[in-house]
């Protein structure tokens, strides 16, 4: 297993950028797919971003491709996301998720993060 922890939420105007972090611990980081989820009020989960384990591999949902930027850093143990171009429609709590199985659905990852806020006011 592998524990993860989100930073970097916070309340931004709509235009504005934030960058959140995913510092993870246990075992060896580059052995995880990461991905990015995010959960608005009265919604369902959602994806956002994918990396693959050396970060040849990257994809994004519709709703965020060319605003935001996945990225990590395995010697640091913690993936990123730049996240510029906010708008009112981005706020949800995002979650980091991470697998080590190959093939596993991104939604069936067995380690996620407990979520860090972001708001976009307009």
Known sequence: QVQLVES?????????????????SGRTFSRYFMSWFRQAPGKE???VAYISRTGGSIDYADSVQGRFTISRDNSKNTMYLQMNNLKPEDTAVYYCAADDRIGIPRGLYNNWGQGTQVTVSS
Not at 8 to 24: I, T, W
């Open 8 to 24: 970097g939420g916070g309340l931004v105007q709509a235009g504005g950028s934030l960058r959140l972090s995913c510092a993870a």
């Open 45 to 47: 989960r959602e994806f």
